[in-house]
């Protein structure tokens, strides 16, 4: 679930905000001339994705045995509402929200995730918990908005949350349905052309269509994880399409789809409507992760050479949250996030943010000097530039998202976001 879909689906969830009827909802962020709040990781404008990539960047720290600077975890808690959930960003976190800040389940589950893993901070994910479970739909799902319809992505996040407080997952139901119930529904059958995979949402004529995003989410929610995801033991054979009855057959029939889509190219690609595809660096690193919680990290070694290999410059321009995919991807397939395609990704990630409170013993002096240096000076130079990864093409193509609702963030999410 990469930064620049989280930045689309924060700008559509606010252009249909009246009727998404949400219970809180974004305060306006900075300029981009302002100051970023000290604490926070990036220095692009963290309107729609502040809390995002906060939570990953933490996560991702947790994860290879670094202890974060306490102010950025003292942001990450300020930006929660009195209620417990937590919107994109908000400029002012002493200021109470109120019905103008338009929170949202993924900024919610991604936090108690983060704020889970670094510990001692159960009265937040409790309830931030307990605000999720409020706004879980009828059938067992979430969407990005409260109230919105059920989507793969938002559904497995907030399993990811409810596995990191120590809730079980199958037993969160509304309507005597559970978030895995949810799942299924959106999982395609085997006799369709894309045998496996997940759709986002089902369209307006209720057809599914897969979506390579949707479907690494999925493989994780559905094994139970979090956007750490988690190395499995492999399987040994590769998966074949089964009929899912249960979630877990459902996350091998995905991690079948993905198989077979990573194979020509080591890479999966996107496109906005029009334009040429492009490699899709974040949802790589996704099904790279997918496929290594389902025990499948042996066939995911191509896409991981690949992302070594080609990388760097989108994750300079994608920052922390770059970074932190790039981190959680490599720790789950077993490779060397200190020596990514010549990186050092933890000292890279680090450097766009406070100086963590430790490091492990392991990352020499002299390796993270260098990722320093080099971290702030492309982060300077992504600062001029573009922030998101994708380059300006994709950015037009999300401020036209805007203006026209969310129709084409349901479409993009199904059709343009595909191998």
Same mark, same amino acid.
């Given at each position: 679930m990469n930064v620049v879909r989280r930045t689309?689906?924060?700008?559509?969830?606010?252009?249909?905000?009246?009727?998404?009827? $949400?219970?809180? @909802?974004?305060?306006?962020? $900075?300029? $981009?001339s302002a100051a970023i709040p000290d604490g926070l990781y990036g220095s692009s404008d963290p309107k729609y994705d502040g809390v995002w990539r906060q939570s990953l960047a933490l996560l991702a720290q947790d994860t290879v045995g670094v202890r974060p600077a306490a102010k950025a975890v003292d942001w990450l808690v300020g930006q929660q509402c009195a209620n417990g959930a937590f919107a994109p960003f908000r400029a002012d976190g002493a200021k109470a929200c109120d019905a103008k800040v338009v929170v949202d389940t993924n900024s919610t589950a991604a936090a108690v995730q983060a704020l889970a893993a670094l510990g001692g901070h159960d009265a937040a994910t409790g309830k931030a918990v307990g605000w999720l479970k409020s706004v879980q739909n009828k059938d067992g799902g979430w969407g990005y908005a409260p109230g919105g319809a059920s989507d793969a992505n938002s559904t497995s996040v907030v399993i990811g949350a409810l596995a990191a407080v120590g809730e079980q997952p199958a037993r969160v139901t509304k309507g005597g349905k559970s978030p895995y119930d949810a799942l299924l529904k959106l999982a395609l059958p085997c006799d369709a052309k894309d045998a496996g995979a997940f759709a986002y949402q089902p369209d307006k004529k209720g057809t599914l269509a897969a979506n390579a995003d949707a479907t690494a989410a999925a493989v994780v929610g559905?094994?139970? =994880?979090?956007?750490?995801?988690?190395?499995? =033991?492999?399987?040994?054979?590769? $998966?074949?399409?089964?009929?899912?009855?249960? @979630?877990?057959?459902?996350?091998?029939?995905?991690?079948?789809?993905?198989? =077979?889509?990573? @194979? =020509?190219? &080591? &890479?999966l690609t996107s496109a906005m409507p029009g334009a040429k595809p492009q490699p899709d660096y974040g949802n790589t690193a996704d099904a790279v992760l997918a496929l290594a919680t389902a025990g499948q990290g042996d066939r995911a070694a191509g896409a991981v050479r690949w992302l070594e290999a080609n990388s760097a410059q989108w994750a300079r321009a994608g920052g922390p949250a770059a970074y932190a995919e790039l981190i959680l991807a490599a720790n789950a397939a077993r490779a060397d996030v200190r020596d990514f395609g010549g990186q050092d990704l933890v000292g890279l990630l680090n450097a766009t943010g406070p100086e963590p409170a430790s490091v492990p013993a392991s990352a020499t002096a002299s390796a993270s000097a260098s990722a320093s240096a080099s971290a702030k000076a492309h982060s300077a130079e992504a600062g001029k530039k573009d922030d998101s990864g994708f380059g300006v093409w994709w950015i037009v193509g999300v401020f036209l998202v805007a203006g026209i609702g969310v129709g084409f963030l349901r479409s993009g999410r199904n059709k343009g976001r595909q191998p």
């Open positions: 689309a689906a924060a700008l559509a969830a606010t252009a249909v905000i009246g009727t998404a009827a $949400p219970a809180v @909802a974004a305060t306006s962020s $900075p300029s $981009p559905a094994l139970g =994880k979090g956007l750490a995801g988690a190395a499995a =033991k492999p399987t040994g054979a590769a $998966p074949a399409c089964a009929d899912a009855s249960d @979630a877990g057959q459902a996350a091998r029939n995905a991690a079948a789809y993905l198989i =077979k889509a990573l @194979a =020509k190219g &080591h &890479h």
